[in-house]
């Protein structure tokens, strides 16, 4: 059974700062992972998708990463700013489930002024 | 109006309560969603719907109700909750690629934040 955990839960930096979210997961039979956005009470916004033959994405300050053989992923945020401050989502896409994700508890990102 | 909007956005029911939850998108796509996302949860699937007929019930319990009438719509009827029911529900869409079930990026509305009572 496919397991995506996120580290840390919690994150507060200062502003500027880089810093780097992490995403492990049980199962490397991966479609893609994808990694969202989400603040208090809203819905998800996607962030970086990224295929299971990729290594890497980039948006913006964003750089997510895709080591499937290990089962890890980590999202890359440069130069972190006030609107940063959001709970971030890693999930994976199981091969052969359709459009099935699997969701890891998310780290929450606070980033000081 | 754009993307995927969900209607009511909060709802506060009793136990013996019945309502719906509504979720409509204007993205073209053919494949909806339902996840329920309870405090200090992971997101968890409940259903799936491919071009109106549902193809994943994830072991939800029946007072939990999908309905599709169509790609652009979806609903959840809701009937005698618990109080562990209490969460955000969302809703999201995406297109699906080909005949094999794999789909494109899914996209979110804002949620209902349901508590019941």
């Known amino acids: 059974k496919q397991e995506v955990t996120q580290i840390p839960a919690a994150l507060s930096v200062p502003e500027g700062e880089n810093l780097v979210l992490n995403c492990s997961f049980t199962d490397s039979a991966i479609y893609n992972l994808q990694w969202f956005r989400q603040d208090p009470g809203k819905g998800l916004t996607s962030l970086l998708l990224?295929?299971?033959?990729?290594r890497e994405q980039t948006s913006g300050r964003l750089n997510a990463s895709l080591d499937k053989s290990s089962g890890r992923s980590t999202l890359y945020i440069a130069a972190s700013q006030p609107g940063d401050s959001a709970t971030y989502l890693c999930a994976v896409r199981p091969d052969n489930q359709g459009g099935k994700l699997i969701f890891g508890q998310g780290t929450e990102l606070s980033v000081k002024p | 109006e754009t993307g995927v909007t969900q209607t009511p956005r909060h709802l506060v029911m009793g136990m013996t309560n019945k309502k719906s939850l509504k979720c409509e998108q204007h993205?073209?796509?053919?494949?909806m969603y339902w996840y329920k996302q309870s405090a200090k949860k992971p997101l968890e699937l409940m259903f799936v719907?491919?071009?109106?007929?549902?193809?994943e019930n994830n072991s939800v319990p029946s007072r939990f109700s999908p309905e599709c009438p169509n790609s652009s719509h979806l609903f959840l009827h809701l009937h005698t909750l618990q109080p562990e029911d209490s969460a955000l529900y969302l809703c999201?869409?995406?297109?699906?690629?080909?005949?094999?079930?794999?789909?494109?990026?899914?996209?979110f509305g804002p949620g209902t934040r349901l508590t019941v009572l």
């Open positions: 999201a869409s995406s297109r699906q690629i080909g005949s094999t079930g794999v789909t494109d990026t899914q996209y």
């Open positions: 993205l073209g796509h053919n494949a």
């Open positions: 719907y491919n071009f109106k007929e549902q193809t």
């Open positions: 990224i295929q299971s033959s990729q």
